[in-house]
């Protein structure tokens, strides 16, 4: 047996190499054929010229150019939506204007070569179907983002802000379109289409952009959040209605014309919400996990869109509008819509999406606004713009019975218009109502009124504060004011059981704010609630055991140190408490590189560095920048926590090198009114002769003489060390023994270091 196989196997490798011995030999006669014809040509052209022209070929072949838009554009994107998020803007603000800029508006006027190299004219429409299915996908999420549940229970709070928040624009829109008809429509274009079309580009709201501001300013549970969430989902479902109808109209030319195509999209709705609707409610009860909701269900989803866009489109209203309402009637279930927008966002945001940002960025030309006469018709198009959304949404919510401070604030985030209203107006630009002139203009309008929203908010915050319930209860009688930041909820629990020593007070009730930053501000609603269930589970576990209550703060945030500050200076806290660990420390050349970067970045500590006011090596160098920030800015006391397997606390060591270590004293007071736990205060450097120091001793120790005990000066060593449970320090005394090098703070227990 074992022969028969090695007669195979030889015979088997013999015969095939000789057979492709042979093909070989006899190719080498083609190649000679092929090397005289490369010859003869090579007379004609160079073997450099040849090369240059293969080269030039592939640069310019539309799959190059379009995969170097790509990567040219989501550069841009991302680096502009960056630096407006720096500057506290969403980041569709950076976005847009990264399409202006690539655009004719910029880099075609100053830079005519690279645009027409990488934006050639032939490349444009590959470009627009990239970008339209992008959108396809981007409505699709939008749909599932809008929860249909809350708008059952809270419309007829928001139902008549919302309405108002339209029609009044919408009013507005076709008056200012009396004026701007005659200069402005395009040729053969009917005073009715071109009206009607200004009217819903006015009352268009980024339902989108309005969540993600909602969610970074910490408002999704507050009764103005909820409001105008709901007045936005009910906007949007509407003023998406209202466009399919104008759509209709404006195609047909007439009202009468416009009927088949809104029988049409009614029995579209029909069947969409009566037959798949409830079987789609189905399939997401069977499939709501990662496990079960497989690429058959996905596809599925997937095929549903797409057929449900492909009949909005030949109906007569436009695809996204089929995108959109797939997305509205997907599966209630909150798991199935999480992994299915999961599936989707990353591609359809990150890659497509900036697509139709400098597709709209190319068809801006700001530079046709030449004249004054036109910037000022732009302004008038921007003061109606806001008057009617802003102070149409303010008016009714005052009506309603809205305080002024809410309603101008539910009229400023309703006046967010943003990549809706660039949707709006590209499909306006597609079927010809919109000139080239009042579209860049009304472009110009969608950014100052998203651009606005924010510093508007910050305006009415200030003007209009927020009224603090007066809490009864003595100050003889409290305990400490907390505030916890933390990332990482593991830290965040000892965090929480360090602070609950901190603050009992006197009734044995604590008050303790947990807040948690996420710091990505695109995140959807689905993946944010899921991020902050995550987050605050393992702390409202920790509570639980502990037996207190906290109250939990979870926001989305661009700049969680400046969002950190935000929140402890303007509460009435007293103490900001963050946990340090070796993440925060320095000491590499990397992070040495990090540090520059990060100075780099913020102009006023660069300056500081270069100007010698801040010296480049700080005495506190093993603190980080973020804890060194909390420090300089914050204003009240802050308590820096760094974890050596801390789990209880039962003795606390308390070092005192100066008198200004004496407010410690207060924190002692906190602590011993914690049944069992032992304080041990250490006197360093000859204080205790201080005759300042030594009264407040004595007066401390007599309140507890059991629990507080007076070590007196003594030198700290490891059997000392290493009873103890938690070490007290002040920064000042911390920054001292880490300049004298002490080695045994290597031994030193969990320590807070506290700056007053």
């Known amino acids: 047996m074992k022969a028969k196989i090695v007669i195979y196997y030889v015979v088997t490798i013999g015969l095939f190499s000789l057979f492709m011995y042979w093909v070989i030999r006899e190719g080498k006669v083609h190649e000679a054929k092929k090397i005289t014809e490369q010859i003869t040509e090579g007379t004609k052209h160079s073997a450099f010229e040849l090369v240059r022209q293969a080269f030039t070929h592939n640069v310019t072949h539309p799959l190059a150019i379009l995969i170097l838009q790509i990567i040219t554009i989501i550069i841009t994107a991302r680096l502009f939506g960056y630096l407006f998020n720096k500057i506290g803007q969403p980041t569709v603000i950076g976005e847009i204007v990264a399409g202006i800029f690539l655009g004719p508006s910029f880099a075609g006027a100053f830079l005519p070569e690279f645009s027409h190299f990488l934006f050639p004219a032939q490349s444009l429409s590959n470009l627009q179907f990239l970008?339209?299915?992008?959108?396809?996908?981007?409505?699709?999420?939008?749909?599932?983002?809008?929860?249909?549940?809350?708008?059952?229970?809270?419309?007829?709070?928001?139902?008549?802000?919302?309405?108002?928040?339209?029609?009044?624009?919408?009013?507005?829109?076709?008056?200012?379109?009396?004026?701007?008809?005659?200069?402005?429509?395009?040729?053969?274009?009917?005073?009715?289409?071109?009206?009607?079309?200004?009217?819903?580009?006015?009352?268009?709201?980024?339902?989108?952009?309005?969540?993600?501001?909602?969610?970074?300013?910490?408002?999704?549970?507050?009764?103005?959040?909820?409001?105008?969430?709901?007045?936005?989902?009910?906007?949007?479902?509407?003023?998406?209605?209202?466009?399919?109808?104008?759509?209709?109209?404006?195609?047909?030319?007439?009202?009468?014309?416009?009927?088949?195509?809104?029988?049409?999209?009614?029995?579209?709705?029909?069947?969409?919400?009566?037959?798949?609707r409830p079987f789609l409610k189905r399939v997401g009860e069977i499939y709501s996990n990662k496990e079960t909701l497989g690429p058959t269900v996905t596809s599925a989803s997937f095929l549903i869109l797409l057929c449900s866009s492909y009949l909005t489109e030949i109906i007569g209203i436009h695809a996204l509008f089929g995108a959109f309402f797939a997305g509205v009637i997907m599966p209630p279930n909150v798991n199935f819509r999480k992994i299915l927008i999961n599936k989707v966002e990353d591609i359809a945001l990150v890659i497509l999406l900036p697509l139709f940002f400098v597709f709209t960025g190319l068809r801006t030309q700001i530079g046709l606004l030449n004249e004054p006469h036109l910037w000022n018709t732009c302004g008038l198009v921007i003061l109606v713009a806001i008057a009617g959304k802003f102070g149409g949404s303010a008016f009714s919510a005052k009506v309603i019975g809205q305080s002024w401070r809410d309603s101008l604030s539910i009229g400023a985030l309703m006046n967010t218009r943003g990549l809706m209203e660039l949707v709006v107006l590209n499909i306006g630009y597609d079927i010809g109502v919109l000139s080239p002139e009042i579209f860049a203009m009304m472009v110009l309008m969608a950014l100052a009124t998203t651009f606005m929203t924010g510093p508007a908010l910050v305006i009415i915050e200030k003007f209009l504060p927020e009224k603090i319930a007066e809490v009864a209860v003595e100050a003889a009688s409290a305990g400490m004011k907390i505030l916890i930041s933390f990332a990482n909820p593991v830290k965040g629990k000892k965090l929480l059981r360090l602070a609950s020593y901190l603050s009992k007070s006197q009734n044995g009730i604590p008050a303790i704010t947990t807040l948690h930053l996420h710091p990505n501000p695109d995140i959807n609603p689905f993946a944010a609630a899921e991020f902050e269930k995550e987050s605050f589970q393992p702390i409202n576990e920790e509570?639980?055991?502990?037996?207190?209550?906290?109250?939990?703060?979870?926001?989305?945030?661009?700049?969680?140190?400046?969002?950190?500050?935000?929140?402890?200076?303007?509460?009435?806290?007293?103490?900001?408490?963050?946990?340090?660990?070796?993440?925060?420390?320095?000491?590499?050349?990397?992070?040495?590189?990090?540090?520059?970067?990060?100075?780099?970045?913020?102009?006023?500590?660069?300056?500081?560095?270069?100007?010698?006011?801040?010296?480049?090596?700080?005495?506190?160098?093993?603190?980080?920048?973020?804890?060194?920030?909390?420090?300089?800015?914050?204003?009240?006391?802050?308590?820096?926590?760094?974890?050596?397997?801390?789990?209880?606390?039962?003795?606390?060591?308390?070092?005192?090198l100066s008198r200004t270590d004496l407010f410690l004293t207060s924190y002692i007071k906190q602590l011993v009114r914690n049944d069992k736990i032992t304080i041990n205060i250490l006197v360093l450097g000859g204080v205790q002769k201080d005759p300042v120091v030594k009264e407040e001793l004595n007066s401390i120790v007599s309140l507890m003489p059991h629990r507080i005990i007076l070590l007196g000066e003594r030198t700290i060593d490891k059997t000392l060390l290493s009873i103890q449970d938690l070490m007290i320090i002040s920064f000042n005394s911390w920054r001292k023994l880490v300049e004298s090098q002490n080695l045994w703070l290597a031994n030193a227990p969990s320590t807070l270091i506290i700056k007053p």
């Open 131 to 276: 970008s339209q299915v992008g959108l396809i996908f981007f409505m699709f999420v939008i749909g599932m983002e809008l929860d249909l549940n809350v708008l059952k229970t809270k419309a007829k709070d928001a139902i008549v802000i919302s309405h108002a928040s339209i029609v009044i624009p919408f009013a507005l829109g076709i008056g200012l379109s009396y004026f701007l008809y005659l200069e402005f429509s395009p040729a053969n274009v009917s005073f009715l289409s071109f009206s009607l079309f200004m009217g819903i580009a006015m009352s268009i709201t980024a339902f989108p952009v309005l969540a993600r501001i909602i969610q970074e300013r910490g408002l999704t549970r507050t009764r103005l959040g909820t409001i105008a969430i709901t007045a936005a989902a009910t906007d949007d479902i509407t003023a998406w209605c209202l466009l399919a109808a104008v759509i209709a109209i404006v195609k047909a030319g007439d009202l009468t014309g416009a009927l088949f195509t809104i029988v049409m999209a009614i029995a579209y709705i029909v069947v969409m919400v009566n037959i798949i």
């Open 543 to 656: 509570a639980r055991s502990l037996g207190i209550n906290v109250t939990p703060i979870f926001k989305i945030s661009h700049d969680v140190n400046k969002e950190i500050l935000n929140t402890v200076n303007h509460g009435d806290y007293d103490m900001l408490l963050v946990g340090v660990g070796p993440s925060l420390y320095k000491g590499t050349f990397l992070g040495n590189i990090l540090g520059f970067t990060a100075r780099a970045l913020k102009p006023e500590k660069l300056i500081e560095t270069i100007t010698g006011k801040e010296r480049w090596l700080k005495d506190d160098s093993l603190l980080s920048e973020n804890i060194m920030e909390f420090i300089d800015e914050s204003r009240c006391s802050v308590g820096i926590f760094i974890d050596k397997d801390f789990s209880k606390v039962d003795t606390v060591l308390v070092p005192l």
